[in-house]
């Protein structure tokens, strides 16, 4: 359900051929593995603190052959490089996720917040320095339940 919304929002902002998108507190690979899977053009970075969550998804790279698919066991406020997405799923508040990836964010790159239901709360608590471009509802096959990705940009200095 969300490999359409990346894929647009990714061809929106120029950087669709070659992206690279970060998974953070990837867990068991959602949607990490699932993106390396459907979307071979993107690179994906899953991290997560937990060395069993890494190396599941490690394994998981290797039995399924997949070169585009990547796992580090760290910290995310441990991480090297820039990243055209930064995504997560069931990770942390939305305040602090921004918080701890905003240094990883490429220039133009946004972040994408997998969520259940409309975080209203959660969005207010956002700093002034992060925008919600987009609140877009999810239909997931076989599951009758509100999902939806919160699309965020840093506001550009100055304005």
Known sequence: ???GPLRRTLLARGASAGARLLDVGSG?????????ICCPDIHVTCV?????????IRQSAASLALANLE?????????PGRFD???????????DFVAWT???LAPGACWM????????DEIAALPDTVRVFHVEQLQVPGLD????????????SGA
């Open 102 to 104: 905003a240094p990883l």
């Open 28 to 36: 068991g690979g959602l949607p990490g593995v699932v993106v390396a």
């Open 71 to 79: 796992s580090v066991h760290a910290r995310v406020e441990k991480m």
């Open 48 to 56: 997560d603190a937990v060395a069993k969550k890494s190396a599941f």
């Open 113 to 120: 917040a997998m969520k259940g239901q409309h975080p209203a």
């Open 1 to 3: 359900a969300a490999i």
């Open 145 to 156: 339940a509100q999902r939806c990705i919160v699309w965020l940009e840093p506001v550009p």
């Open 85 to 95: 997405i930064v995504c997560s799923r069931a990770f942390a508040s939305m305040a």
